[in-house]
Nanobody, 125 residues
Framework: QLRLVESGGGLVQPGGSLKLSCAAS????????IGWFRQAPGKEREGVSC????????NYADSVKGRFTISRDNAENVVYLQMNSLKPDDTAVYYC??????????????????WGQGTQVTVSS
């Protein structure tokens, strides 16, 4: 059974950091591009960062460039999202997703077919 499980969310003060993890089971992550997406209350889900299967190509949303870092450990079948200098606007449910297509880390949501259940990130003082 294909499964993605996110962890690492929580409550953090503005300026703080969190590291999210996306663990896969039932398939090997090194065959897929992986994306992190988020959905804030009342807003549409948006792409945050995506990484190619080999880790060579990475894309970030403009809103997180310089603050967030995506990485992957294919040996451990895990993808990470290190989030620094967090802002209240980063508050959202964060999802990781996998695509069966090799799309050079493009964060095109319709192409991501397998989704985790999400993890809540709240940035508040």
């Amino acid at each position: 059974q294909l499964r993605l499980v996110e962890s690492g969310g929580g409550l953090v003060q503005p300026g703080g950091s969190l590291k999210l993890s996306c663990a896969a089971s039932g398939f090997a992550l090194d065959h897929t591009d992986i994306g992190w997406f988020r959905q804030a209350p009342g807003k549409e889900r948006e792409g945050v960062s995506c990484i190619s299967n080999d880790g060579v190509t990475i894309n970030y949303a403009d809103s997180v460039k310089g603050r967030f870092t995506i990485s992957r450990d294919n040996a451990e079948n895990v993808v990470y999202l290190q989030m620094n200098s967090l802002k209240p606007d980063d508050t959202a449910v964060y999802y990781c997703a996998a695509t069966p297509f090799l799309i050079r880390a493009m964060c095109l949501q319709p192409l991501y077919k397998f989704w985790g259940q999400g993890t809540q990130v709240t940035v508040s003082s």
